[in-house]
């Protein structure tokens, strides 16, 4: 009896004393857009007047996107349309695109090293 008391006391401390899981990084938009995390990466899907921008960041500080690459595909209901991602300092760049309410972007990008991250977003 006394050996099942003390192996639930010893549980429940275990389970009260246990540790969550946290990402690194926030996904707390700067510039509001819709945020994702791939990779150890956060990006941000952010419309511009002139389509789109996703702005990249390791931990938390701005990553240069220079010798990136990448191709976005939004669908739009039964629309698709696709548009290269070119590098422009911490964001990469996707011109002539329009966003609506409920369209899934995908971004298939390359990192400098050859690395390939899909990033999928969801616009509200």
């Known amino acids: ?15 009260i004393s246990a540790n969550t899981a946290l990402a690194h990084g926030g996904a707390i938009p ?30 938390g500080k701005p990553m240069n996107t220079t010798g990136m ?10 629309e698709k349309s696709e548009a290269d991602l070119t590098p422009s ?4 760049q996707a011109k002539g695109i329009n966003l609506k309410s409920g369209a899934k972007v995908v971004a298939a990008l390359n990192t400098v090293n050859k690395k390939a991250i899909t990033v999928r977003f969801t616009v509200k």
């Open 1 to 15: 009896m006394i050996k099942k008391l003390l192996a639930v006391i010893v549980i429940g401390f275990s389970v």
């Open 69 to 78: 690459s990448g191709k976005l595909t939004v669908l739009n209901g039964t």
């Open 30 to 59: 700067k510039h509001g857009g819709i945020v994702q995390t791939s990779s150890d990466l956060s990006f941000e899907l952010v419309t511009t007047p002139e389509g789109v921008s996703i702005y990249v960041e390791d931990h």
């Open 89 to 92: 300092g911490d964001r990469l």
